[in-house]
């Protein structure tokens, strides 16, 4: 397992994403103080990977969630859009919409936000900046499991990406349906592995 996990996650063809840790989501203006507290674990183990990743040469893309006052270019066909829409918004730009401070954003990362949509694969230009980058790897972290991170690991592999998945870098509720979730369909489509032991096939 170890030797395979270091040749998958090469640094030259690996990016880290990190997707939704933002203040308004699981930080310390979240309006989902269940996910929030399921989060506040995985927060030091999401910094750890990002400062080894860009030790490494490794891409860092932070995938963000946004939507403007006005609700402009936001889904409305899903009733977690409509629980969404009456949450103090996550505007571009706003407190709500940054980054937690438990992870500083540095020069070298990518921040790629989104209005539309539950992946960062949609409607952006991630799939473009990782190819352009040579990326054939993705680590994926962040929330939740619920939705957006099984969504990516997804859309990752329907764009040919290979996908990691640290998984106490990652969070969503209840923690009795996010272990459900690695076992039944996570670790179908995906490498489920920890922060340690991506750590240590950079090192």
Request: include cysteine.
């Amino acid at each position: 397992m170890a030797r395979a996990l270091e040749d998958r996650i090469q640094p030259a063809k690996t990016a880290l994403i990190t997707q939704e840790i933002q203040r308004g989501v699981i930080g310390d203006l979240s309006a989902l103080p269940d996910l929030a507290k399921e989060a506040s674990a995985i927060l030091p183990n999401i910094a750890r990977l990002c400062d080894a990743a860009r030790a490494a040469g490794v891409l860092v893309v932070h995938c963000t969630a946004e939507r403007r006052e006005d609700g402009r270019g936001a889904n409305t066909n899903a009733r977690i859009f409509s629980y969404m829409a009456k949450m103090e918004p996550l505007a571009p730009g706003s407190d709500r919409a940054a980054i937690v401070p438990e992870v500083p954003v540095e020069a070298s990362d990518v921040v790629m936000p989104r209005l539309h949509g539950l992946s960062p694969f949609q409607g952006t230009e991630l799939d473009f900046v990782l190819r352009n980058h040579g990326v054939e790897t993705i680590i994926g972290t962040g929330v939740s499991v619920n939705v957006a991170i099984t969504n990516l690991a997804l859309d990752a592999v329907n764009s040919s990406y290979q996908v990691v998945i640290p998984t106490d870098a990652v969070a969503g509720t209840p923690r009795a349906y996010v272990d459900m979730v690695f076992e039944h369909t996570l670790r179908n489509v995906s490498t489920l592995t920890t922060t340690d032991e991506v750590l240590a096939a950079w090192q």
